[in-house]
């Protein structure tokens, strides 16, 4: 939930990675199928609250969350709203623009949360008292890293070198997507992609969700703790949803 790229696939569908930057006590269970708010979905399980940081759902949508938003707002207390509630409510809903504009979040920790779909690809940020929607590229490759873990210089070193391998794979595959994902690209291991700090920190695993349109959706998980991976499929559902 830490470091999170998105890539459209050509003739439709995308490919969504994310490293779960966490403590180790947090690393989470396998990614699986299983039902939330009625409708099937493949995501692994958070360890702490039963919930998700990634989930590929029935009605052909990733929605993957970080820790963390553009002008964060501090906060000592509990959160009284999880984030992976969150998550899970936009990635069953059938009526997502609706969902993203009027959805609870008060007492919910700062995040950004990236919404993709066949032919869409939507960005949610809540500060912690207020929200800002945002309609992205979806033709186009893009990657974010958590605000709250790396400051601006470390962000922006690592999109120049996801940008850097772009230039030499204009249409990236889900493999290439899982290399760059897989690599630390920064001598300081504790920014680096694949990233470890001295208090418990560290990258404990990585998840991909690829979206093949009309038919499936494919969940790749590996356990960087135990060295464990899991490979799932989903098939789609065949119906019309209010995007």
């Given at each position: 939930?830490?470091?999170?790229?998105?890539?459209?696939?050509?003739?439709?569908?995308?490919?969504?990675?994310?490293?779960?930057?966490?403590?180790?006590?947090?690393?989470?269970?396998?990614?699986?199928?299983?039902?939330?708010?009625?409708?099937?979905?493949?995501?692994?399980?958070?360890?702490?609250?039963?919930?998700s940081?990634?989930?590929?759902?029935?009605?052909?949508?990733t929605?993957?969350?970080?820790?963390?938003?553009?002008?964060?707002?501090?906060?000592?207390?509990?959160?009284?709203?999880?984030?992976?509630?969150v998550?899970?409510?936009?990635?069953?809903?059938?009526?997502?623009?609706?969902?993203?504009?009027?959805?609870?979040?008060?007492?919910?920790?700062?995040?950004?949360?990236?919404?993709?779909?066949?032919?869409?690809?939507?960005?949610?940020?809540?500060?912690g008292?207020?929200?800002?929607?945002?309609e992205?590229?979806?033709?186009?490759?893009?990657?974010?890293?958590?605000?709250?873990?790396?400051?601006?210089?470390?962000?922006?070193?690592?999109?120049?070198?996801?940008?850097?391998?772009?230039?030499?794979?204009?249409?990236?595959?889900?493999?290439?997507?899982?290399?760059?994902?897989?690599?630390?690209?920064?001598?300081?291991?504790?920014?680096?992609?694949?990233?470890?700090?001295?208090?418990?920190?560290?990258?404990?695993?990585?998840?991909?969700?690829?979206?093949?349109?009309?038919?499936?959706?494919?969940?790749?998980?590996?356990?960087?703790?135990?060295?464990?991976?899991?490979?799932?499929?989903?098939?789609?559902?065949?119906?019309?949803?209010?995007?």
């Amino acid at each position: 939930m830490c470091t999170v790229s998105y890539a459209p696939i050509q003739g439709g569908g995308h490919v969504v990675t994310s490293n779960r930057d966490e403590r180790t006590v947090r690393a989470g269970a396998p990614a699986s199928q299983w039902r939330s708010n009625g409708v099937e979905l493949l995501a692994p399980k958070d360890a702490l609250t039963g919930t998700s940081w990634i989930a590929t759902s029935a009605l052909g949508r990733t929605v993957c969350l970080l820790n963390g938003s553009e002008g964060t707002m501090r906060f000592a207390d509990e959160p009284s709203r999880s984030r992976g509630t969150v998550l899970l409510e936009v990635a069953t809903t059938t009526h997502l623009q609706h969902q993203l504009r009027t959805i609870d979040l008060f007492g919910a920790h700062p995040f950004t949360l990236i919404c993709a779909e066949q032919d869409s690809l939507r960005m949610l940020q809540w500060n912690g008292h207020t929200r800002s929607l945002s309609e992205l590229d979806h033709t186009r490759s893009h990657v974010w890293s958590s605000t709250t873990l790396y400051d601006r210089n470390v962000r922006e070193q690592r999109a120049y070198h996801f940008n850097d391998m772009l230039s030499r794979v204009v249409h990236p595959n889900p493999g290439d997507l899982w290399n760059f994902h897989a690599r630390p690209h920064l001598d300081d291991e504790r920014q680096a992609v694949i990233m470890e700090r001295g208090n418990d920190l560290r990258t404990v695993s990585i998840t991909q969700a690829i979206l093949n349109p009309f038919t499936n959706a494919v969940m790749r998980h590996l356990d960087l703790l135990r060295a464990q991976e899991h490979n799932v499929e989903l098939l789609l559902l065949n119906q019309l949803i209010d995007a």
